[in-house]
């Protein structure tokens, strides 16, 4: 198992399984915060968001110490939208949060490490956000797409 270290030091696990022939794309499924290779508590990415919106609307010494690094990584993405008339509609804030988590994510792949940098700068690697539904098993990919069109 290879770990990629990002410029702000945090480590990224990476699972590699060999491929018969030459490979024509990636594709990373993200589960939140919580990853499944097995060393990590799974969190469902929506238990993650909704704890996190749960936590921003308290006041910051009502906020739970056991929550706040979840919190802390989720709040950039999501704060903002709390400001919107979003606030006033749980399901969408909810559905917007998860969207906005999935680009800040799939932007700090992007720009968060000098060798995914390099690759997609010389060797035409695509980072894309997408959301899974576990309800139906699809796979939505609309951030950095169209890149790929």
Sequence with gaps: MTVLTTRDGM?????????????????????GLGEHIGRYERLAREREILAT?????RPREDQSRNLRSIVDRVRPSVEALLATELRHDPDALVRHAVRANIRASANHLRHGSEVLEQLIQNNGLLIVGAEYSLETGLVDFFDGASDAA
Excluded: C, F, N
């Design 11 to 31: 480590k990224l696990h990476l699972q590699r399984w060999p491929l018969d022939g030459s490979a024509h794309g990636m594709v990373q499924i993200v589960h």
């Design 53 to 57: 919106l749960e936590q921003l609307t």
